[in-house]
């Protein structure tokens, strides 16, 4: 089983609706929860973090975080083809501060 | 410019080569990463440092693969006698501190190697 688990799609949506983009974790002990937005050829871009059970909304984007379920997601209301990218869910573990990063997932938002 | 710099972007070298990246962290953050990333997949942590001490290394860190932090600030990492599989993103990020929420990791714009 893999630390960071994601389904690496793509997953397409038409452009207005909400995306939802789902990850699950393999260590109870994760602490810290990050989502990155990675556009081709480029580097990955934090775009949420999340720390503790709930919901975090920023703008667009709400992370959501069980600890229970060991399961975070993300949400992207009202796509836009400029969202088009793949996200990458990110795991902390505490200590070392080290990322451990799921495949991520390829969305596509469809004009 | 405050945010993570590498050097060089891109570099095609031939198996067998030495090649030599170089990060700049941003200026505050104590904490270094070298990440690697393949196409389709996450990046792959490598190794980090504290100020200047080096703290982990993966097991994916081969013998061939060597980073330093002489002064805390920047970051070099070597890779001996290239083979075609470090053909990859290598990947700079770095962050304040760590251990706990709020330490958010950077990530520099990445050094494409290409070994023919």
């Known amino acids: 089983q893999k630390e960071v688990e994601q389904n690496s799609g793509p997953l397409s949506v038409p452009e207005g609706a909400i995306a939802s983009l789902n990850c699950t974790y393999s260590d109870r002990g994760s602490q810290s929860f990050f989502w990155y937005r990675q556009y081709s050829g480029k580097s990955p871009e934090l775009i949420m973090s999340i720390y503790s059970n709930g919901d975090k909304e920023d703008g667009r984007f709400t992370a959501q975080l069980n600890k229970a379920s060991q399961y975070v997601s993300l949400l992207i209301r009202d796509s836009q083809p400029s969202d088009s990218a793949t996200y990458l869910c990110a795991v902390n573990r505490g200590a070392t501060n080290k990322l451990i990063f799921g495949t991520g997932t390829l969305l596509a938002v469809q004009p | 410019d405050t945010g993570v710099s590498q050097d060089p972007r891109h570099k095609i070298t031939k198996r067998g080569q030495n090649v030599t990246f170089r990060c700049d962290p941003i200026?505050?953050?104590?904490?270094l990463y070298w990440y690697r990333q393949t196409l389709g997949q996450g990046p792959e942590f490598l190794t980090y440092f504290q100020n200047e001490a080096q703290l982990e290394k993966s097991r994916l860190l081969s013998d061939r693969f060597s980073a330093e932090r002489p002064k805390g600030s920047f970051s070099t990492l070597e890779i001996q006698r290239t083979e075609q599989g470090d053909s990859a993103m290598y990947l700079c990020?770095?962050?304040?501190?760590?251990?706990?929420?709020?330490?958010?990791?950077?990530f520099g714009e990445g050094s494409w190697l290409t070994v023919v």
């Open positions: 990020a770095s962050s304040h501190g760590g251990g706990s929420s709020g330490n958010t990791i950077y």
């Open positions: 200026s505050e953050h104590n904490r």
